[in-house]
C-alpha cells in the first residue's frame, strides 16, 4: 500500500498495519502527512481484516515533529484542508484528524524513538497506547510558548493520561518529558530500551490481533464507558460480556482450557501459557 501514500509506508501482515511516517526533513505533521494519514485512516475505518494498528518512524530522531508552523500564515488555508469531512467541522482540521486515528475500530500503538512535539504528541495521545524508548523518546506540549493553547486535543486527551494536575504541567511549562518521566506521569505505556522496543510491541500487537473477532473493540469500549463513571462502565461491560459469552468461540475456548489442565494445581501455575497455546 506504499504507493498510495506520499508520507508514510504503510504494510499489512497477520492482521497488524505498520505504518511507518517517512516525511523528510522533520516529519512535520503539514498538509501533506495529515492528508494521509486521514486517507489511511479512513480506508481502515471498515476493514474487518486489520484488527492492530502501529505507528512508527522512519527517522530516529523524530516521530513527528510537531505541527506545520506555516498553518498560522495562512489560516484559512489551513481551515479548508478537507480532513474528515464527515466529521463536526466546528473542530479544525488536525482536531478532526486526531479524533477519526482516535475512534478507528482498530487497536493503535506507537513506537516512539524520537521527538513528537505540539501536534505530534497529540497524535500520540489520540492513540490507544504509546511505547517509547528510553534512550531517545521525548513528548512535548510547546503551544504555551507561542502565545496560544495546544489546539489538536491536547488539552482533551491529556487529563484522562496523566490527571489534571500534570496535564497544566506539561501544558504550561512547555517543557520536553522524556520517557522515563513520559511512563511515570501515565503519557506513555512503558519506556523501554531502544533495542527492545519492536520486540515489546510487536509481540503484543500480534497477541492483539490473534484475539477472537470482537473482543479487543469490547474491551476498549467497556473500558471508555468506565471513563464517564463506574455505574455506567459496569453496565456497558455487562452488556458486551454477554454479547461475547452468547458466540461459540467463548464455549469452546472454556472446554479446551479445562480439558488442558485450567482448574489443576499444575495447570493454573501456569494458566497463561496454556491458554496462550489455545489461541
Known amino acids: 500500500m506504499t504507493g498510495e501514500y506520499s508520507a508514510i509506508q504503510v504494510s499489512i501482515n497477520g492482521g497488524v498495519a505498520q505504518v511507518v511516517i517517512d516525511h523528510p526533513p522533520l516529519n512535520l505533521l503539514d498538509a501533506t502527512l495529515m492528508l494521509d494519514l486521514d486517507r489511511f485512516a479512513a480506508s481502515m475505518s471498515g476493514n474487518d481484516d486489520v484488527r492492530v494498528i502501529v505507528f512508527n518512524s522512519a527517522d530516529p530522531d523524530f516521530f513527528i515533529a510537531h505541527g506545520d508552523m506555516t498553518f498560522a500564515d495562512d489560516p ?135 484475539l477472537q473477532p470482537g473482543v479487543a473493540r469490547a474491551a476498549v469500549e467497556a473500558v471508555d464507558a468506565a471513563l464517564e463513571s463506574t455505574a455506567h462502565g459496569l453496565v456497558r461491560e455487562n452488556e458486551l460480556l454477554g454479547q461475547l459469552l452468547g458466540k461459540p468461540a467463548a464455549g469452546r475456548f472454556t472446554k479446551a482450557a479445562l480439558a488442558a489442565g485450567a482448574h489443576t494445581r499444575d495447570g493454573e501455575r501456569d494458566l497463561e501459557a496454556i491458554l496462550d497455546k489455545l489461541v
Do not use: C
Not at 478537507?82 to 466529521?87: H, L, Q, W
Open 76 to 210: 484559512a488555508a489551513f481551515a479548508a484542508l478537507p480532513i474528515a469531512p464527515e466529521a463536526d467541522q466546528s473542530l479544525n482540521p488536525m482536531m478532526r484528524l486526531h479524533e477519526r486515528v482516535r475512534s478507528l475500530p482498530q487497536i493503535t500503538i506507537a513506537k516512539v524513538r524520537g521527538l513528537a512535539r505540539g501536534g505530534g504528541a497529540e497524535l500520540l495521545s489520540a492513540m490507544d497506547m504509546r511505547f517509547a524508548s528510553l534512550e531517545h523518546a521525548g513528548l512535548a506540549q510547546i503551544e504555551t510558548a507561542a502565545a496560544i493553547i495546544p489546539g489538536a486535543g491536547g488539552t482533551a486527551y491529556l487529563p484522562g493520561l496523566v490527571g489534571r494536575a500534570r496535564a497544566l504541567e506539561i501544558i504550561l511549562g512547555g517543557q520536553l518529558i522524556d520517557a522515563a518521566t513520559a511512563e511515570r506521569y501515565g503519557w506513555v505505556n512503558r519506556a523501554v530500551p531502544g533495542a527492545e522496543l519492536d520486540h515489546v510491541v510487536d509481540t503484543l500487537a500480534a497477541r492483539i490481533a490473534a
